[in-house]
Each structure stands twice: as structure tokens, then as C-alpha cells.
Nanobody, 124 residues
Framework: QVQLVESGGGLVQAGGSLRLSCAASGRSFSDYAMGWFRQAPGKDREFVAA????????YYADSVKGRFTISRDNAKKTLYLQMNSLKPEDTAVYYC?????????????????WGQGTQVTVSS
């Protein structure tokens, strides 16, 4: 069992930056690949970024590539998402998730554990 708690969301102007954190507790954090997803009102949950257990493999959605950076600190059991050059279309609830494997990392169904989400709102 892994418990995940996101933080760091908020309201920011377009072009600004935010850093999301996801604190894990329970079973060994380093056993899990981790991902960030987001869901805007009226839309499906979509993949944002994923990172393997040791950070050796990283994937990004095309929509955030070059603007967002995923990282993890296994000693602190924390996952991060640095978001720069934010756009209004980045507005969504952002979720972190844990996956025992590192297979179809863009698919939400692959992930076993989810946080409660943190709201990110980007104003134009």
C-alpha cells in the first residue's frame, strides 16, 4: 500500500511557474515508477509525465515537453513536477500516481495508487 499526497498547486499567471510535490508513505517509494496526470473540467484524465524508479527513464506528453520537468528524491519519498511557461490550457487538477511496473506509462489504468489531486489554475 502506498499513500500519496500532492501539494504546490495554486493560481498563477500565464508564463509563470509552479512546483508540485507528491509525498509518499507506506511501502517503499523506490519500488515504484511514478507519474503525473491531469484532468480539466469536462475532459478525460490525461498523461503529463512519468519517471522510472531510479529516474533513469523519463517520458513527457508532447504538450508539456520542454516546459515541465519531472524528478524524484527517493530518500525523501517525494515526486516533483516543475512547471514553467505555464499556459491557460494547463489549468487542471494534477494527480500523482504510483505504478509497480514501467510499462504503458501513459495509461492511467496502469497505475495502482493515486493521490487526491491539487488544483492548478493559469490565468491569461
Amino acid at each position: 500500500q502506498v499513500q500519496l499526497v500532492e501539494s504546490g498547486g495554486g493560481l498563477v499567471q500565464a508564463g509563470g511557474s509552479l512546483r508540485l510535490s507528491c509525498a509518499a508513505s507506506g511501502r517503499s517509494f523506490s519500488d515504484y515508477a511514478m507519474g503525473w496526470f491531469r484532468q480539466a473540467p469536462g475532459k478525460d484524465r490525461e498523461f503529463v509525465a512519468a519517471i522510472s524508479w531510479n529516474g533513469g527513464r523519463i517520458y513527457y506528453a508532447d504538450s508539456v515537453k520542454g516546459r515541465f520537468t519531472i524528478s524524484r528524491d527517493n530518500a525523501k519519498k517525494t515526486l516533483y513536477l516543475q512547471m514553467n511557461s505555464l499556459k491557460p490550457e494547463d489549468t487542471a487538477v494534477y494527480y500523482c500516481a504510483a505504478d509497480r511496473n514501467f510499462g504503458l506509462v501513459t495509461m492511467a489504468v496502469e497505475y495502482e495508487y493515486w493521490g487526491q489531486g491539487t488544483q492548478v489554475t493559469v490565468s491569461s
